[in-house]
């Protein structure tokens, strides 16, 4: 143990007040480090490391000044002996060291990266040293930092040496596996970006592929590992698959055989590289293993392979089928998951998914109904009409509509809104009673036993049962009392969100659609004191809190006028009354939406953007009005959103930009903006997701007819391709490919007529 406190020389002579991390002024960062620096027990010691972590390194990557400032002093607690944590400081440290593998210009040459990268390299002595440190967790930690830090060290040959040399005195099989592992990953990285450290790099791992000595055959798995990373042809996996279930392979000492070998597929396909036949048969080998846990992990993997390629879906949909029989119920429940995720190829369990609905595993049950009701089928309902009278009591089921990043699946608590849009085209005059009930509680309050009721309108939850309404079409007519009673109560645009689509149902709603226009055209003439729109060359920043919405200013207001404007015309087709509030938003708004750029679309401050968002909304929704009417009786008004359009060519890739552009085709009957517009935002990037900008573009195009053949050869790329464009994990991303791939199906037809 060491005796006193790590003395921490020069802590005190940095201006810690003059740096900033991601939570502000760095003057906080002095105190965290004495409190690391101090020996013995902290109950709050972990807390503290967190905290920096957050601040200096936040969310994976940022970089801040005070993260340069900080490393040698965290350097020099990772070299205290004894000092608690020091594993978890050089895991902080080697997290810094990987940045420069992952960031990309302008960020990487950003003067505090550079700063991060010369403290590193600085501390190349003490980090090679750390190799003999008595505590492997320490020596495994700074492994890894090592691999990672000898991509761009001007020292990587020297760190490669060390880590090759390591493994001949190395007593833990687990760093042994991890040099070779880590090692032949960091090679291939370094080959991948053109590094000079590649060469350095790639000798050393060849290195430890030889030299198995002892150990022999519980190293094996870790040396085709290598060998696959350095040269994918030189084992195949089979290979892999054979050395990861030998009898000799130590599953200690193997991160893919961690949890009793649930990442073991995911493990084995991540070897496997861009190989999409090898990844279809690792899971195809392992869905079926007689562990539990390894079938759990081939079930994600097969998620994974799904999310990836089209192709993988009809491949192994027969097979997720068949886990719904799984003894284990996590299983069946990530079986289910992904049959929703699936879509129609899922559809052919639909009767074992009805059979799951009584499954004692409550997630099991639920996410059965989720897949029933993603396929449409009937036998969803009753779940869904459960939770909407229940969701508030039950942890555990339904959650609510979340987006995930990353290229992997995410098995998430099934989302309500989308399990109720999908049903309801079918099923509407089933669901809408339930949503009538959840629609009065939500506005009323709901009254438990003891009378009182609850406080304030869920906004979030009245948005979801009005976008399920809206998705039952005709049916939900027999909630209009609702939603006259959700116009009175100050919300017309959520009301709006479903009388738009039951058009002359909804007649008797005309009056309270009158009174809320003119509600809102008198606010957006009046203001609160202090508008949601600076000026634009006001760089004074907002009173209000980040946590407290601002106030609804001039533009809020007109957007709800042009919104109710264009559902009363839905509802009475009074061409003389949308117009009339056109012209009365376009004629309040012309000073506050001009003069709020600089050159190449930057705004000049942040009342600027703010001014920028809003005049982008108001050109979106004058266009949808407008293109609401028959073609070319808006003609003269759409002049104004089309100077916007061409004049903001910066900010194309938007749902704003596609609704204008869509509308002035629409209205002027010339496609030429729309086409320019659409290509603009269809063009396939390396690294682009498909996003629901890009769906409403294709929506766009099959309004198009033939004139949509100018973009024949993107839209047959997202017809045709196998990989999948998607934005995010989990089953939302396959479901915006595939709306994708169906929406340039149907545009690529409509042209050819």
């Known amino acids: 143990m060491i005796a006193g406190p790590v003395p921490l020389d020069g802590l005190d002579a940095v201006p810690w007040a003059d740096l900033a991390h991601a939570y502000g002024s760095a003057a906080d960062v002095p105190a965290i480090l004495r409190a690391l620096a101090r020996p013995g027990p902290d109950p709050e010691r972990e807390e503290r490391l967190d905290e920096l972590d957050s601040a200096i390194h936040h969310q994976g990557g940022a970089v801040y000044s005070a993260g340069a400032a900080a490393l040698p002093f965290l350097l020099e607690l990772a070299a205290a002996p004894g000092l608690p944590l020091r594993a978890a400081i050089v895991e902080l440290l080697g997290r810094f060291a990987a940045l420069p593998n992952d960031m990309s210009e302008p960020w990487s040459s950003d003067e505090h990266a550079l700063s991060c990268r010369a403290a590193l390299t600085a501390g190349h002595d003490l980090l090679v040293a750390l190799l003999d440190d008595t505590d492997p967790a320490v020596r495994a930690a700074v492994a890894d930092l090592l691999w990672e830090y000898a991509r761009w060290s001007p020292r990587a040959q020297d760190a490669a040496r060390a880590l090759a040399d390591r493994d001949a005195v190395e007593p833990d099989l687990a760093l042994r596996v991890s040099l070779r592992i880590a090692g032949a990953r960091a090679a291939a990285g370094a080959r991948a970006s053109g590094s000079p450290s590649a060469a350095p790099l790639t000798a050393a791992v060849r290195r430890l592929i030889k030299a198995v000595g002892r150990d022999a055959d519980a190293l094996t798995l870790a040396r085709l590992a290598a060998i696959r990373r350095l040269d994918p042809a030189a084992a195949t996996w089979?290979?892999?698959?054979?050395?990861?279930?030998?009898?000799?392979?130590?599953?200690?000492?193997?991160?893919?055989?961690?949890?009793?070998?649930?990442?073991?597929?995911?493990?084995?396909?991540?070897?496997?590289?861009?190989?999409?036949?090898?990844?279809?048969?690792?899971?195809?080998?392992?869905?079926?293993?007689?562990?539990?846990?390894?079938?759990?992990?081939?079930?994600?993997?097969?998620?994974?392979?799904?999310?990836?390629?089209?192709?993988?879906?009809?491949?192994?949909?027969?097979?997720?089928?068949?886990?719904?029989?799984?003894?284990?119920?996590?299983?069946?429940?990530?079986?289910?998951?992904?049959?929703?995720?699936?879509?129609?190829?899922?559809?052919?369990?639909?009767?074992?998914?009805?059979?799951?609905?009584d499954d004692p595993h409550r997630p099991a049950a639920l996410r059965a109904a989720w897949?029933?009701?993603?396929?449409?089928?009937?036998?969803?309902?009753?779940?869904?009409?459960?939770?909407?009278?229940?969701?508030?009591?039950?942890?555990?089921?339904?959650?609510?509509?979340?987006?995930?990043?990353?290229?992997?699946?995410?098995?998430?608590?099934?989302?309500?809104?989308?399990?109720?849009?999908?049903?309801?085209?079918?099923?509407?005059?089933?669901?809408?009673?339930?949503?009538?009930?959840?629609?009065?509680?939500?506005?009323?309050?709901?009254?438990?036993?003891?009378?009182?009721?609850?406080?304030?309108?869920?906004?979030?939850?009245?948005?979801?049962?009005?976008?399920?309404?809206?998705?039952?079409?005709?049916?939900?007519?027999?909630?209009?009392?609702?939603?006259?009673?959700?116009?009175?109560?100050?919300?017309?645009?959520?009301?709006?969100?479903?009388?738009?689509?039951?058009?002359?149902?909804?007649?008797?709603?005309?009056?309270?659609?009158?009174?809320?226009?003119?509600?809102?055209?008198?606010?957006?003439?009046?203001?609160?004191?202090?508008?949601?729109?600076?000026?634009?060359?006001?760089?004074?920043?907002?009173?209000?809190?980040?946590?407290?919405?601002?106030?609804?200013?001039?533009?809020?207001h007109c957007l709800t006028a042009l919104t109710v404007a264009r559902t009363r015309f839905a509802v009475d087709g009074d061409e003389a009354a949308l117009l009339r509030t056109v012209d009365e938003v376009l004629t309040s708004t012309a000073v506050l939406c001009q003069g709020v750029e600089e050159a190449h679309g930057r705004p000049r401050s942040a009342g600027a953007a703010s001014?920028?968002?809003?005049?982008?909304?108001?050109?979106?929704?004058?266009?949808?009005?407008?293109?609401?009417?028959?073609?070319?009786?808006?003609?003269?008004?759409?002049?104004?959103?089309?100077?916007?359009?061409?004049?903001?060519?910066?900010?194309?890739?938007?749902?704003?930009?596609?609704?204008?552009?869509?509308?002035?085709?629409?209205?002027?009957?010339?496609s030429g903006l729309a086409l320019h517009v659409y290509r603009h935002v269809l063009k396939i990037r390396p690294g682009a997701a498909c996003s629901p900008i890009e769906l409403a573009a294709l929506r766009g195009l099959t309004d198009l007819g033939p004139e949509a053949q100018a973009l024949a050869p993107l839209l047959r790329a997202y017809r045709d391709r196998d990989e999948r464009l998607c934005d995010g994990g989990g089953w939302r991303g396959m479901a915006l490919d595939e709306e994708a791939r169906r929406l340039a199906a149907a545009a690529l037809s409509a042209g050819a007529r």
């Open 611 to 670: 001014a920028i968002r809003d005049t982008a909304a108001l050109a979106s929704a004058v266009a949808r009005c407008l293109a609401a009417l028959e073609p070319g009786a808006g003609a003269s008004r759409m002049r104004r959103p089309e100077q916007w359009l061409r004049a903001t060519e910066w900010r194309w890739r938007s749902h704003e930009s596609v609704a204008v552009a869509r509308a002035h085709r629409r209205v002027t009957g010339d």
């Open 238 to 357: 089979r290979d892999l698959l054979d050395a990861a279930l030998a009898p000799a392979t130590p599953h200690h000492a193997y991160p893919a055989w961690r949890a009793d070998g649930a990442h073991l597929a995911t493990a084995l396909c991540a070897l496997c590289g861009d190989d999409p036949a090898a990844r279809l048969d690792v899971v195809r080998a392992l869905i079926g293993h007689e562990r539990p846990r390894v079938r759990t992990g081939a079930l994600q993997a097969a998620g994974d392979a799904m999310l990836r390629r089209r192709s993988a879906v009809p491949a192994l949909v027969p097979l997720i089928g068949a886990a719904l029989e799984d003894p284990e119920p996590e299983n069946r429940a990530r079986a289910a998951d992904l049959l929703a995720a699936a879509g129609d190829a899922g559809a052919a369990f639909d009767d074992r998914l009805a059979a799951a609905l």
């Open 371 to 556: 897949a029933l009701a993603r396929h449409g089928d009937v036998r969803a309902v009753p779940a869904l009409t459960h939770a909407l009278d229940h969701e508030e009591e039950e942890e555990d089921g339904f959650g609510p509509s979340a987006h995930y990043g990353g290229n992997f699946y995410w098995f998430t608590r099934p989302p309500l809104r989308e399990a109720l849009e999908a049903c309801a085209p079918t099923h509407g005059p089933l669901l809408v009673p339930a949503l009538r009930s959840a629609l009065a509680r939500c506005l009323t309050g709901h009254h438990p036993a003891g009378g009182a009721a609850t406080a304030p309108v869920d906004l979030p939850r009245l948005h979801l049962l009005c976008d399920a309404l809206a998705a039952c079409g005709p049916a939900a007519a027999e909630a209009l009392p609702e939603l006259a009673a959700l116009l009175d109560a100050g919300h017309p645009r959520l009301a709006c969100t479903v009388i738009e689509v039951l058009g002359p149902a909804a007649g008797h709603c005309r009056p309270l659609l009158e009174r809320a226009a003119r509600t809102a055209l008198a606010a957006s003439s009046a203001g609160p004191s202090t508008h949601r729109t600076a000026p634009a060359n006001s760089s004074a920043t907002s009173a209000t809190s980040p946590t407290r919405p601002r106030p609804p200013g001039p533009v809020d």
